[in-house]
Structure formats: C-alpha cells, structure tokens
Nanobody, 119 residues
C-alpha cells in the first residue's frame, strides 16, 4: 500500500514563488527516485525535476536556476521550491516516487496540484 500526496499549488503572479510538497505513505523503504512532473492542457506530461538517492538532482532546461528540488528521504518527503514563476509554468504538477526492490517496487504517482501563473 503506497499513497502519494502533493500540496502547495496556487494562483500566483509572474515573478512570484511557490513551494510544493509531496509525501508518500505506506510500504516504502528508501525510495530511489523522487521527482516532479507537470502537464498543461494539450501537452504531454514532462519532467520538471528529479532527485536520485536523495543527492543527485536534474532539471528541465526551462526551470534551471529558478526551481530547486530537495528531499528528506527518511521521511519520504520531496519538495519543489519554485521561484521567478512564469506564465508558461502553468500546469498541474505531479509527484512521482520510484521504489526499488521488494514487493512494492515500482512507480507511484500523486493526483497532482494545480499551479497557475497569471497577471
């Protein structure tokens, strides 16, 4: 049993900031990958940021220098600090947790949280 829950989405003005949070519950032991994806209407879901083993980060080119991913692996928590938000960042943001090994290995997704950037 694994459940992933995101929070923190909101309506913000361009240039503003938001901090998204993701927490996983259930039969989880040291998740391998924790990441954020986003999907805007009419577009494919795309990777925003990912952190592997709690230390190795990567970002989409469009958010480098503006977004920061961090994690508390032992608590199954992932955060996405978003600064200098732009209208093109508007999307529903999803958290994904990858568990490696064991009966419950696999990818688990949250239901998403909406981020809208508009003036």
């Amino acid at each position: 049993q694994v459940q992933v829950v995101e929070s923190g989405g909101n309506l913000v003005q361009p240039g503003g900031s938001l901090r998204l949070s993701c927490e996983a519950f259930g039969n989880i032991f040291l998740p391998y990958n924790m990441g954020w994806y986003r999907q805007a209407p009419g577009k494919e879901r795309e990777l925003v940021a990912n952190i592997t083993r709690g230390v190795h980060e990567n970002y989409a080119d469009s958010v480098k220098g503006r977004f920061t991913i961090s994690a508390e692996v032992g608590r199954n928590l992932v955060y996405l600090q978003m600064d200098d938000l732009k209208p093109e960042d508007t999307a529903r943001y999803y958290c994904k947790i990858e568990i490696v090994g064991g009966t419950f290995r696999g990818d688990y997704w949250g239901q998403g949280t909406q981020v809208t950037v508009s003036s």
